[in-house]
């Protein structure tokens, strides 16, 4: 969004320091104009801010002729220069990954427990496969993409990932969690957003209703509507949520295709059925 100069041009320089060199670099300006990049970047300016999923997806029809794509928050860091070359180890060795997600780590090493995408989330250093992964850091190959579809416009920002782990792994595809590759981030808090407990909830609804068996459905939503009431402490907070646990039930979410039930039992194998 053009809010971070400083933090865009390092990681830039920390892209252009890997030892596997990228083969295109694309930044996308979501509602704001890109001035001052390196010549090797090429740009996408939009009119307008059309979210983490609107710009990702203006990033991708950039970036067609590519077998992986990787994608970074302006405000990350990679601190290794070894980065590209491990995830093409990783994507060789098995031609059905489909996602590979980082580990996210702040400047002293510290990972916050909602950055470990399992829910045993106590030790970040320990990988595997898992059900949904990172936004900040993550690569998707380009067959899983032409199979499964881009990112869902209608979700902007907030569980956009867990949309697509999860129509990635009802396709056949691989999401591994692999922290040997980190993307440093300072520490946040989703609740910096203004707009965060509204789409927080909607798209709790639209991931439910693309994506769920019919039976899944008020079990899943269910579930969530306990344990936010049980976890929100802000009132105003908690009136917004519910606001937009309505707004995910009036408003379009794109096509519903739901996984099929032995893709549920993978999911549960995999640690985390589709009901938490």
């Not at 993409?145 to 990932?161: K, N, S």
């Not at 782990?165 to 440093?184: C, E, F, M, S, T």
Request: aromatic share 10%.
């Amino acid at each position: 969004m053009g809010t971070r100069p400083k933090e865009l041009a390092a990681l830039l320089e920390s892209v252009r320091s890997q030892q596997a060199p990228a083969a295109r670099t694309v930044v996308v300006g979501n509602g704001c104009r890109l001035d001052g990049l390196p010549e090797w970047v090429e740009t996408v300016e939009l009119p307008e801010n059309l979210g983490v999923t609107g710009g990702r997806n203006a990033a991708l029809e950039r970036l067609r002729d590519v077998d992986l794509v990787l994608d970074l928050d302006d405000d990350g860091l990679l601190v290794d220069d070894q980065v590209f070359t491990r995830i093409g180890e990783l994507f060789a060795a098995d031609e059905r990954l489909g996602i590979v997600s980082f580990r996210i780590a702040d400047e002293t090493d510290v990972t916050q427990r909602r950055h470990v995408p399992r829910l045993r989330a106590g030790d970040p250093m320990r990988g595997g496969y898992v059900t949904t992964f990172l936004g900040g850091a993550h690569v998707l190959a380009q067959p899983m993409l032409a199979q499964v579809g881009d990112w869902p416009d209608a979700f902007f920002f907030a569980h956009e990932e867990t949309d697509m782990a999860w129509r990635a792994l009802d396709a056949g595809w691989k999401v591994l969690y692999a922290p040997q590759l980190l993307l440093q981030h300072p520490r946040t808090s989703p609740t910096r957003h203004a707009f965060f407990y509204r789409v927080n909830a909607r798209n709790r609804v639209y991931l439910a209703r693309r994506n769920l068996p019919a039976a899944l459905v008020p079990v899943y939503l269910g579930v969530w509507v306990a344990l936010t009431g049980a976890r929100t402490r802000d009132l105003a907070g908690l009136k917004v949520w519910f606001q937009g646990f309505a707004e995910g039930w009036r408003t379009p979410c794109g096509p519903r295709k739901p996984m099929r039930w032995r893709t549920v039992w993978k999911l549960a194998r995999l640690g985390r059925p589709p009901v938490i």
